[in-house]
């Protein structure tokens, strides 16, 4: 059997492993520039690929293809693939074949990788034999190989969700649905809504689902469907006799009849969103028998995640944010609400359709000045020019974050929390972060 692999990153390496561990006949191709590291590795292990272009008539005679997360279907030679009915998978799906591990399996727009972190954190601290794959960790293929874990946890986005079919998780977590990607869903809210709920595709009644039952678009479809399997609602507006809430300054989470309590000040992460986001991992640690006990030594020794509400240092009283992983509007609606103090808001980078007047009284409330940063502000110039005291356009890291110490006083929080994907001064949200971390650093000194 033939299969190609598009995508020479990590989850395309990792599947070519495998894929030629259990004894396929394997090419990789990579229409852009394959690293070193990854070439090596491919080479090693007599794995045969291009990099560069497209093989058109070499990819379209495969029985299968593993396609990257990041190529989107509307790319000509996907279309010509489904044109000749070629199975077209994710490595999530493919590494899922071969794996005898329990997975807990988690997504939504918002907190899916402080959440995965935390409920890896939890079983690992508790001595569970777990792996971590997905969007973080290693890859989840080259995992598989050796096939050594009970249970894996993994963060999972909507792309890697839309080419999973046989995929089924023991535990699902979906945080909540928020417009994103849309430019990857014909700008269609539902089409994406359709592809974060495929984490429930073949869960049976045996399995549980976790959800943040306030989130409104999640709470829409569960009103329409029903589906097969355990709930566990997770709520910050009632306690519930069996899910989780975050009430009154206590995280509940009721599983089985037993309830776990433990007060929200004493997580090591903070803001509402971070208690939604434990009490889900709390749930799945108890749906795979972990003790109270052992969940409360996780979560008191957790650290939180770079790039999301990260603390960057302080210069003349004022704290800088790091919250370079807020790349839609909802996640900086979650950052805005966990600071009391006034607010000089970093935002910008390539707009993905996004909606801001979710954020409108909570910019009216807290935020002092806005400094839009990216290539193009036009947007967010036109929406907040008359919204905010101040508003300024700036092109460069180096110059928003000089911007926001001139314009800060002691108490004052300077924000990076941008809304936007990063791609148009920078490689990714992480090399934002870290330009953002230097160049405060680099003010301080």
Do not use: W
């Not at 079983?123 to 989840?140: H, M, R």
């Not at 306030?214 to 069996?242: M, N, W």
């Not at 790091?322 to 839609?328: E, I, M, V």
């Not at 809304?419 to 330009?435: H, I, M, P, T, V």
């Amino acid at each position: 059997m033939k299969i190609v692999i598009l995508g020479g990153g990590e989850s395309g390496v990792g599947a070519a492993l495998l894929a030629k561990h259990k004894g396929f006949d394997v090419f990789l191709s990579d229409k852009g520039v394959l690293s070193e590291k990854y070439k090596e590795i491919l080479d090693q292990h007599g794995i045969p690929y291009e990099e560069g272009q497209h093989n058109e008539e070499f990819i379209l005679d495969a029985d299968e293809v593993i396609k990257s997360p990041g190529i989107p279907d509307k790319v000509e030679l996907i279309k010509k693939l489904k044109s000749l009915k070629k199975p077209i998978i994710s490595e999530i799906e493919f590494a899922a074949r071969y794996t005898k591990a329990k997975i807990i399996a988690i997504t939504g727009s918002n907190g899916k990788t402080t959440t995965t972190l935390l409920t890896y954190h939890l079983l690992k601290n508790a001595g569970f034999n777990v792996g971590l794959a997905g969007n973080v960790g290693d890859s989840f293929a080259k995992q598989v190989i050796e096939d050594t874990f009970d249970y894996f946890v993994l963060e999972l986005s909507s792309f890697q969700l839309d080419n999973c079919y046989d995929f089924r998780a023991d535990v699902a977590i979906l945080l909540n649905i928020t417009p994103d990607h849309l430019d990857r869903y014909e700008y269609n809210f539902q089409n994406y809504i359709n592809s974060k709920f495929r984490i429930l595709q073949n869960m049976t009644p045996e399995n549980d689902f976790i959800y943040f039952q306030e989130s409104e678009a999640l709470a829409q479809v569960l009103e329409e469907k029903h589906f097969a399997v355990q709930y566990l609602p997770v709520s910050i507006k009632q306690k519930v006799a069996t899910g989780g809430s975050v009430i009154d300054g206590m995280l509940e989470a009721t599983y089985r009849g037993n309830t776990f309590q433990l007060p929200i000040e004493q997580l090591p992460i903070k803001g509402t969103h971070n208690g939604i986001n434990a009490a889900c991992a709390v749930l799945a640690a108890k749906a795979v028998g972990l003790s109270d006990e052992a969940i409360t030594e996780g979560l008191l020794s957790f650290t939180s995640v770079e790039h999301r509400l990260e603390p960057a240092g302080t210069i003349k009283g004022i704290s800088f944010v790091n919250d370079s992983k807020a790349t839609n509007v909802d996640s900086v609606f979650y950052a805005l609400g966990s600071f009391s103090n006034p607010i000089i808001l970093i935002m910008g980078g390539v707009d993905k359709g996004n909606d801001y007047s979710q954020i409108d009284e909570l910019v009216a409330e807290k935020v002092k000045a806005l400094i839009c940063m990216g290539i193009d502000n036009h947007k967010l110039l036109d929406y907040f020019g008359k919204k905010v005291p101040q508003i300024f356009d700036t092109k460069s890291m180096q110059e928003a974050v000089a911007l926001g110490l001139s314009l800060g006083e002691e108490g004052d929080v300077v924000l990076l929390s941008p809304a936007c994907a990063s791609f148009d001064l920078f490689k990714n949200y992480e090399d934002r972060g870290r330009q953002f971390k230097e160049a405060v650093k680099g003010l301080g000194e």
